[in-house]
């Protein structure tokens, strides 16, 4: 069962050690996942780490979509962005509260984000 949060605003701010990665609306919860919609706020012409994120976000958005039509998709591909999957370094934040997750979100048709 789907349901609106009824505590946490139903939209919320998606960051990695402390960078604006992402706005987040639509937050709904289903078993202990969170789900939502997002726009990106860091690209591929920004220098350093927001071009890190992009990039592991559109790589994340082609793995799935692989996955989903039945075509190659390995989850070792992604071991080379190790260094943003680790715990404690995505953080959901709403008005009033903020949650570390256990690990990176997963991005998926197209502007679809989930978490735990």
Same mark, same amino acid.
């Given at each position: 069962?789907? !349901?609106?949060?009824?505590?946490? !605003?139903?939209?919320?701010? +998606?960051?990695?050690?402390? +960078? ?28 350093? +780490? ?5 990039? $592991?976000?559109? $790589?994340? +958005?082609?793995? &799935? ?7 190659? !998709? ?32 997963? $991005?998926?048709?197209? &502007? ?5």
């Amino acid at each position: 069962m789907t !349901a609106i949060l009824p505590i946490l !605003a139903p939209t919320a701010e +998606l960051s990695f050690n402390g +960078l604006l990665v992402a706005h987040i609306e639509n937050v709904t919860l289903s078993e202990g996942t969170y789900f939502a919609t997002f726009q990106l706020r860091v690209s591929d012409t920004e220098p350093g +780490l927001p071009s890190r994120i992009a990039a $592991f976000v559109r $790589f994340s +958005l082609d793995w &799935n979509e692989r996955c989903a039509a039945r075509e190659r !998709a390995h989850p070792s591909e992604f071991h080379q962005f190790g260094d943003l999957i680790g715990p404690d370094r995505w953080r959901v934040t709403w008005p009033n509260e903020s949650i570390a997750l256990s690990e990176a979100p997963i $991005f998926s048709d197209g &502007n679809q984000i989930g978490w735990r």
